[in-house]
DNA sequence: CAATGATGTAAAAGCCGTTCACATGGGCTT
DNA sequence: AAGCCCATGTGAACGGCTTTTACATCATTG
């Protein structure tokens, strides 16, 4: 078990790789501040300086996790969305469900990419890697904006920020997989649907 | 500098808030991770083992920051609701403010309690005291409801989770004092204002 | 005034992050 | 095919942090 494939040769091949699926592993386990750099070495098989070949120091790990985080959720909800089809409101009910699912799923990546306070200059990429998935909310809101008399348009932008804090807000506050931090008289899921079908109808949805 | 009043005896006598205190400052200046028990005790002038006569451990206290954090949180948002005077909307958006503002210039607090992934039973009253903060957006969505028609009222509950997520999500995402994660084209306070606004259209009010 | 329990200290063990000199060997040049 | 070079990994070491344990100090109280 450890070193899978017997670590034929002195060097591991694959290490950086490694040393993030460790630390997927161990924030799983024991949230981002117990993510160990020695512990992430350990569990790759290699000594405590080994990681430092491929990250500056522990900080910039947990950076790569953000930053691998983001890609993923990005496609995620890529997906969700897909184009909007059939259409706009079902996919837009789906992307929330998306959303929720990412946080309650993938905790580990979803903890590191907004609760490890990674700066957002420590991976030159980070910043732009989460405007992807931002960029696909947006996208969504613009699709029902545009269900709407040109009057009564919001800026798209606005309503992407609103629904991005009132997911964000319920995955942060209810949504996590294990460790439930409160107890609630419906799911996130429900709340979050219930939220937006209330937010929709106040824009004239 | 070192040890105010000249610590003129052996014993501190105060040990237990200036190491509150001093744990408040750290967490301000390096962030959640950042607070070592090691440093609070030399803030406070003693020995690195002092803090265990007082705290169980590092974790424990952290979870007494968040508590103390969110009595002061409660008891801001309760002046800031000063009972729905002069009128339930006024007073509601005055809530709002409070919220951010004490995330915002409360930003120790805040993170301690939302962000250091204290764990709820950390602290045995820690539960208790985060619903008084709860309670009082709770009080204040039923003071807005009451304004509407008997069959239009949704549940109380549902909707200070709303309010409670969407400023949640903000403050989070946004509303940090000194290190805003991303630019935005609108303060926090405005995105908030915003956003309750078309909430509240939506619910009809 | 002396005993006692609460509070602080000193020292030590163990872990972690980080650095540095050194070892290894994969891949490119010739 | 031989040999060199550099990316990658090792071992040892330093300092700092957490936590424990035995001991020191002192305020209170009977």
Redesign the interface.
Known sequence: MSGRRGRRSYHHGNLREALIDAALQLIAEK???GLTFADAARAAGVSPAAPYRHFADRDALLASVAHQGFEKFADALTAAWDDGQPNPRTAFRRLGHAYLEFARNETAYY?AM??A?V??DADREL?RV?DRALAVLRQACEALIAELPEGKR??A??MA??V???????A???GRGD?A??K???SPDE?LE??M???????GL
């Open positions: 949230g981002p501040t903890t907004f609760e306070q700066p957002p910043a989460g919001p800026p932008l606005m920020l609103h991005w804090s009132m997911s964000h807000g319920i942060s506050l209810f460790a931090r409160r609630l008289p419906m709340l219930a939220g079908l209330v937010y929709l109808q106040g824009l």
